[in-house]
């Protein structure tokens, strides 16, 4: 009987071998950069998403990105002055912890800075964020906005989608077509954990909660080797 493809055996040896060598054309890469460019920027990102994040890097098209293993970043740029890639660059050591970037840039870091300031996307929210205002329906027909704009300006949700509103929480009933609620639901609470039928449902109503944001902690200068925190 020939072998199913599905039980082919992949040695433990040959993906260690591969994140090593991703670990190394990494490393090489933060290490060059450090050497191209006089500013690098430590950042995070608030609510990632891939659409915006590239947005970004085409606004710094003549600069570079990356995104890594933040272990591996930070022994390239040197966690010491002894291990240091370029002088200063070990006072950086202490923003690289958590799910960081490096930007690589010539840019002036004021130009940077308020580009970052001024650059947010809405978004919708995923489970595990927190909300950010609590989102009541009220009783009555349900709208496709829920409340969020004057029912005259709204229109009602189509009968199709009151099962699927039903699976996600929301207590409604079809009365002759329309789709109907008792008495008002609330969605989310401000503050609260939102869980997947909880986004599903601010997403059917087009209530974005999520904001991705980049948060920049410092950065580096070749010209002073000195670290400025932000």
């Not at 915006?52 to 930070?74: P, Q, W």
């Not at 609470?189 to 909880?198: K, V, Y």
């Given at each position: 009987?020939?072998k199913s493809k599905r039980a082919k055996v992949v040695h433990l040896s040959k993906t260690d071998k591969k994140g090593k060598e991703l670990s190394e054309r990494l490393f090489a890469k933060v290490q060059s950069c450090a050497?191209?460019?006089?500013?690098?920027?430590?950042?995070?990102?608030?609510?990632?998403?891939?659409?915006?994040?590239?947005?970004?890097?085409?606004?710094f098209s003549d600069g570079r990105l990356c995104f890594g293993k933040t272990k591996v970043m930070a022994k390239a740029l040197g966690a010491t002055e002894e291990s240091e890639h370029l002088p200063g660059l070990s006072k950086?050591?202490?923003?690289?912890?958590?799910?960081?970037?490096?930007?690589?840039?010539?840019?002036?870091?004021?130009?940077?800075?308020?580009?970052?300031?001024?650059?947010?996307?809405?978004?919708?929210?995923?489970?595990?964020?927190?909300?950010?205002?609590?989102?009541?329906?009220?009783?009555?027909?349900?709208?496709?906005?829920?409340?969020?704009?004057?029912?005259?300006?709204?229109?009602?949700?189509?009968?199709?989608?009151?099962?699927?509103?039903?699976?996600?929480?929301?207590?409604?009933?079809?009365?002759?077509?329309?789709?109907?609620?008792?008495?008002?639901?609330?969605?989310?609470?401000?503050?609260?954990?939102?869980?997947?039928?909880?986004?599903?449902?601010?997403?059917?109503?087009?209530?974005?909660?999520?904001?991705?944001?980049?948060?920049?902690?410092?950065?580096?200068?070749?010209?002073?080797?000195?670290?400025?925190?932000?």
């Amino acid at each position: 009987m020939p072998k199913s493809k599905r039980a082919k055996v992949v040695h433990l040896s040959k993906t260690d071998k591969k994140g090593k060598e991703l670990s190394e054309r990494l490393f090489a890469k933060v290490q060059s950069c450090a050497n191209e460019y006089p500013y690098i920027f430590v950042f995070s990102v608030d609510n990632m998403r891939n659409n915006y994040l590239k947005a970004v890097r085409s606004e710094f098209s003549d600069g570079r990105l990356c995104f890594g293993k933040t272990k591996v970043m930070a022994k390239a740029l040197g966690a010491t002055e002894e291990s240091e890639h370029l002088p200063g660059l070990s006072k950086l050591a202490p923003y690289m912890k958590g799910d960081v970037g490096l930007l690589f840039t010539s840019r002036e870091p004021a130009a940077v800075l308020e580009y970052f300031e001024n650059f947010a996307q809405t978004d919708f929210a995923r489970a595990g964020v927190q909300a950010t205002h609590t989102f009541t329906i009220p009783a009555g027909p349900v709208y496709s906005r829920g409340g969020e704009i004057p029912a005259e300006e709204d229109v009602l949700l189509p009968h199709s989608v009151e099962v699927t509103l039903r699976k996600w929480g929301m207590p409604t009933r079809l009365d002759k077509g329309k789709i109907m609620l008792e008495s008002e639901y609330t969605v989310c609470r401000e503050g609260e954990t939102l869980n997947s039928h909880q986004t599903a449902l601010l997403k059917s109503f087009g209530v974005a909660m999520a904001e991705f944001k980049i948060n920049v902690h410092a950065y580096w200068s070749a010209s002073s080797n000195e670290v400025t925190v932000v």
